[in-house]
């Protein structure tokens, strides 16, 4: 197992470098060329250019099943569900077979909605208990070391339907 982080305006980096440490697992973080990180010990940086889409090919390439990828991208996301990685969020919400079709859906429906000029809200102001949700269910997906896509997902902020699970915060 592997943890593959889409590092470019990644919250979480420095939670995913701490857990990788106290459990003995390899990271790997993607960025582009246009973001300065650091190597610490334990970990790669991996520098792509800054073109569209770079960064997310870069991980979809390196992804292997039963690898973790961190990213908030549902794109990449879904494609690394197809090659049997799991996917969690920065917020700690796990991607799965059950909820990644209704992201993408609600993803494709607000692009729709700026490209005619509306408006669409953007993400809450980060909060603590986000990571502390994240580093709970990273360190669950590193102990199971489960090679199937978890069944655990979390409601949207402020709530919304279509999400798979009935997991709190």
Same mark, same amino acid.
């Given at each position: 197992?592997?943890? @593959?982080?889409?590092?470019?305006?990644? !919250?979480? %980096?420095?939670?995913?470098?701490?857990?990788?440490?106290?459990?003995?697992?390899?990271?790997? *973080?993607?960025?582009?060329?246009?973001? #300065?990180?650091?190597? @610490?010990?334990? *970990?790669?940086?991996? %520098?792509?250019?800054? &073109?569209?889409?770079?960064?997310?090919?870069?991980?979809? #390439?390196?992804?292997?099943?039963?690898? /973790? /990828?961190?990213? &908030?991208?549902?794109?990449?996301? +879904?494609?690394?569900?197809?090659?049997?990685?799991?996917?969690? &969020?920065? &917020?700690?919400?796990?991607?799965?077979?059950?909820?990644?079709? /209704?992201?993408?859906?609600? %993803?494709?429906?607000?692009?729709?909605?700026?490209?005619?000029?509306?408006?669409?809200?953007? $993400?809450?102001?980060?909060?603590?208990?986000?990571?502390?949700?994240?580093?709970? #269910? @990273?360190?669950? @997906?590193?102990?199971?070391? +489960?090679?199937? =896509?978890? =069944?655990? +997902?979390? !409601? $949207?902020?402020?709530?919304?339907?279509?999400?798979?699970? #009935?997991? =709190?915060?």
């Amino acid at each position: 197992m592997e943890i @593959l982080v889409d590092a470019d305006a990644c !919250p979480v %980096r420095d939670i995913v470098y701490e857990e990788t440490r106290k459990h003995g697992i390899h990271v790997t *973080m993607v960025v582009s060329m246009a973001h #300065n990180i650091y190597t @610490l010990e334990g *970990m790669d940086v991996v %520098r792509v250019d800054s &073109s569209f889409q770079a960064v997310d090919i870069a991980i979809v #390439n390196r992804a292997a099943s039963g690898d /973790i /990828i961190v990213t &908030s991208d549902f794109g990449l996301a +879904s494609l690394v569900l197809g090659k049997g990685a799991i996917a969690i &969020s920065p &917020s700690g919400r796990i991607y799965s077979e059950r909820n990644i079709d /209704i992201l993408l859906e609600k %993803r494709h429906a607000s692009a729709r909605q700026r490209r005619g000029g509306g408006r669409v809200k953007g $993400p809450k102001a980060r909060k603590r208990i986000d990571d502390d949700v994240f580093r709970k #269910n @990273l360190v669950r @997906l590193i102990e199971e070391g +489960s090679r199937a =896509t978890p =069944t655990l +997902s979390l !409601p $949207p902020r402020g709530g919304g339907e279509g999400w798979g699970g #009935n997991a =709190t915060r």
